[in-house]
């Protein structure tokens, strides 16, 4: 089946592939300016894919972090064909590979930098702040926000997911321990990887009990890391030949996916929708797979909530039946679909979930390490952000 | 609503409650609605349809012109959270705090406040009424449990 995917000249030409990686260092604490480490992060791509920097003709950088023209001076590049930039929060980053996917098939540039990640630990604006600070960064329907949510209390991502998280608990009756579970799930696979900020430190259920409520129903354990450091892909056509020695990467598919009412959870009609709801019904069918065919799911985990959610929407279970799937099949190492072999946002680094594309790229290149699953042909990666947006790739080794 | 800003504070020298600064017009009813003790939303002058919250057009027939309708102030709780940490200078003198989205019908829901005696009463599904709160020289709603009295 995975052949029949990959292979064939004429699908290869509606393809394109990740050729290069990235990684800064994934720190909490650096002097380090996001440009900084997003440029890093670009440069180690080209370097992982064995080409000249200068050769890049295109960039795609989620949310706008950094100008395009900052790359053209960095990486020396002479002729930039394409750049874009979008806005879904969390969400852009997997959309921002397709972007980038979207100019290389269509001939608009060859080699696109896809960068994503900063400072948002060190660099003066925390969410988990008390001091407002939230208040700064940019979010859909400002107006929305300032008018009806700010004045009550509600500023930050993890109070807008509690909302949905306390209604997907009374209309399902689904089980709260599930939540837990995604989280010692991922401080289990932390340990196989030498940048999680957890590895090591392992978290029992004890510790996750004794931890407070932050926003009822999220504990401290529910909520990921902020961290600094930046992750980069390199794409380019399926019909590139490789330089970098590694084993091909081929995206099969993916987009983006947007709720109904997608600025507003609040007036949401069915409140548990999400982006990915969509995205993800749209890419099986494209491609004639479901959820469960893959390999391994590396699944934006801003909270423990968020993956549960996730995995209802991508098809592994049924709605409501999120926790029982982790508490039964089970997304840790050795499970039947390991999800976030890295640790993830919450036990690697929150990079803007460009770590998991990177780690993705890992396990189908058998380059993951410790981690490194035994078999690992097919894997997922989604995003998630803003009011539930959310984008998906998927990806074979070729 | 923006002649309101040199209104006497709660706390002077303290941290305000987050209003927003200007008031946008598609807003202004509503917050004037506030100040009343009411709660208006906006309806299309051409198809009479409701609109919640305010919109450029209208979803029904792309119209852009709206006059102000009150709708009934109870409800039942759609959803909530309980806050422990606070995330703005105001709030988070307030920690715990709760959060209802109050589902009023017609597809209307509005968010605010938990006013009930005790965060552990709220569950989905609870009656609850508007209330309104001053704050700042400004006014807000809040949802208390609907068997509780105006002057409790």
């Known amino acids: 089946m995975l052949s029949g995917l990959a292979a064939g000249r004429e699908r290869r030409e509606r393809q394109a592939q990740i050729t290069g990686i990235g990684e800064s260092e994934y720190v909490r604490g650096t002097a380090l300016s996001t440009e900084d480490l997003l440029l890093q992060a670009a440069l180690l791509a080209c370097a992982d894919a064995g080409v000249e920097p200068a050769s890049v003709d295109g960039v795609v950088v989620p949310n706008g972090k950094l100008a395009a023209e900052s790359f053209v001076h960095a990486l020396g590049i002479s002729d930039l064909r394409f750049h874009a930039a979008n806005a879904m929060g969390g969400a852009s980053t997997a959309a921002a590979v397709m972007i980038a996917a979207a100019a290389v098939i269509s001939g608009q540039a060859s080699r696109v930098v896809v960068a994503a990640g900063g400072t948002q630990y060190s660099g003066g604006r925390r969410l988990s702040s008390a001091d407002g600070s939230a208040a700064t960064f940019s979010w859909p329907a400002q107006d929305l926000r300032t008018h009806l949510e700010r004045p009550y209390g509600l500023t930050v991502p993890m109070q807008w997911y509690s909302l949905q998280a306390t209604r997907w608990l009374h209309e399902t009756g689904a089980d709260p321990a599930g939540l837990r579970a995604v989280a010692l799930a991922a401080r289990d696979h932390a340990h196989s990887n030498a940048r999680a900020w957890f590895r090591d430190r392992p978290l029992t259920a004890e510790q996750y009990d004794s931890a407070p409520y932050v926003v009822f129903p999220f504990r401290l354990y529910d909520i990921c890391l902020e961290s600094d450091g930046a992750a980069a892909v390199l794409v380019e056509p399926a019909t590139a030949s490789g330089h970098g020695g590694h084993r091909s990467v081929v995206l099969l598919g993916g987009g983006e996916g947007h709720a109904d009412v997608p600025d507003d959870l609040v007036s949401r009609p069915d409140m548990l929708e999400l982006g990915l709801t969509k995205v993800a019904r749209r890419v099986f069918a494209e491609l004639g797979l479901a959820a469960t065919d893959v390999d391994f799911a590396q699944i934006y985990d801003c909270f423990t909530f968020v993956v549960l959610r996730q995995l209802e929407e991508l098809g592994f279970c049924k709605r409501g039946e999120g926790s029982d799937y982790v508490l039964d099949a089970g997304i840790g190492p050795g499970s039947t679909v390991p999800v976030n072999t890295h640790g993830g946002l919450l036990a690697q680094a929150h990079i803007a979930g460009m770590n998991h594309v990177v780690e993705a790229v890992r396990q189908l290149r058998g380059d993951a390490g410790a981690a490194q699953l035994a078999r690992a042909d097919l894997g997922l990666v989604t995003s998630y952000g803003d009011m539930s947006a959310g984008s998906l790739l998927v990806l074979a080794a070729a | ?152």
Do not use: K
Request: with cysteine.
């Open chain 2, 1 to 152: 609503m923006d002649s309101e800003q040199g209104a006497p504070t709660d706390a002077a020298g303290g941290a305000q409650r987050p209003f927003p600064g200007p008031v946008s017009p598609m807003f202004a009813d509503y917050l004037d609605g506030l100040e009343r003790g009411v709660l208006v939303v906006r309806e299309c002058t051409a198809c009479a349809a409701r609109q919640w919250p305010p919109r450029t057009l209208c979803a029904r027939c792309r119209g852009r012109e709206f006059r102000p309708a009150v709708i009934a102030d109870h409800g039942l709780v759609h959803t909530f959270t309980v806050v422990h940490r606070g995330f703005d200078p105001w709030f988070a003198d307030r920690v715990p705090y709760g959060i209802v989205v109050a589902d009023l019908g017609d597809g209307i829901r509005m968010l605010g406040n938990y006013l009930g005696a005790e965060l552990g009463t709220l569950v989905c599904g609870l009656p609850v009424r508007a209330r309104y709160e001053r704050s700042g020289g400004h006014a807000f709603v809040g949802w208390a449990p609907a068997d509780t009295g105006p002057e409790c």
